[in-house]
T-cell receptor
Framework: AQSVTQPDIHITVSEGASLELRCNYSYGATPYLFWYVQSPGQGLQLLLKYFSGDTLVQGIKGFEAEFKRSQSSFNLRKPSVHWSDAAEYFCAVGPWSSASKIIFGSGTRLSIRP | DVKVTQSSRYLVKRTGEKVFLECVQDMDHENMFWYRQDPGLGLRLIYFSYDVKMKEKGDIPEGYSVSREKKERFSLILESASTNQTSMYLC?????????????FGSGTRLTVV
């Protein structure tokens, strides 16, 4: 069955430090992969996506993610976090047909230490 | 700017009431989705629709129904609200055929059932 695992429920990093949020997936074929961000009280905003080509993808707000097929991972990174990056981050996989759905991980909450 | 609009940001309803959550998108998307979001559980799919008057159950449809009479509007109905339906509800949409597109989300409706 298709699934997405975000092993870290909550991460705290210092402002200006680097960030890596982990995401592992289980999927039968080359997946479509996404990272979304949710600011407090808001809906989800697409940060970046991967579906083919270069395995390092750039997104908005200075984020990037690397697809590693051998590790079934799609980790999100940022070289230097800002206080405004405090939010919840969701990794997602799919869809695999035009009438199907995306599967979301359970999310990682990011806090920023001043 | 394309948009998914949820009619209410906050709702407080009484146990046993029939509750309607409305979602409208202006992007001519075929697919629309209702999720609920609870701490530690991520996003769970309630229902989705891939065409007018078409609907499919998601992972947690019990206690909910949906209506899609027009392409742009997808309504979630709580037939008899219960306190365990207190949650954040997120609507999303996606165009058909663009599998890499990802979802566009609304800002969410935080429902409290008392």
């Amino acid at each position: 069955a298709q699934s997405v695992t975000q092993p870290d429920i909550h991460i705290t990093v210092s402002e200006g430090a680097s960030l890596e949020l982990r995401c592992n997936y289980s999927y039968g074929a080359t997946p479509y992969l996404f990272w979304y961000v949710q600011s407090p009280g808001q809906g989800l905003q697409l940060l970046l996506k991967y579906f083919s080509g270069d395995t390092l993808v750039q997104g908005i707000k200075g984020f990037e993610a690397e697809f590693k097929r051998s590790q079934s991972s799609f980790n999100l990174r940022k070289p230097s976090v800002h206080w405004s990056d405090a939010a919840e981050y969701f990794c997602a996989v799919g869809p695999w047909s035009s009438a199907s759905k995306i599967i979301f991980g359970s999310g990682t909450r990011l806090s920023i230490r001043p | 700017d394309v948009k998914v609009t949820q009619s209410s940001r906050y709702l407080v309803k009484r146990t046993g009431e029939k509750v309607f959550l409305e979602c409208v998108q202006d992007m001519d998307h075929e697919n629309m989705f209702w999720y609920r979001q609870d701490p530690g559980l991520g996003l769970r799919l309630i229902y989705f629709s891939y065409d007018v008057k078409m609907k499919e159950k998601g992972d947690i449809p019990e206690g909910y129904s949906v209506s899609r009479e027009k392409k742009e509007r997808f309504s979630l109905i709580l037939e008899s609200a219960s306190t365990n339906q207190t949650s954040m509800y997120l609507c999303a949409s996606r165009p058909d055929g663009a599998l890499s597109y990802g979802y566009t989300f609304g800002s969410g409706t935080r429902l409290t059932v008392v």
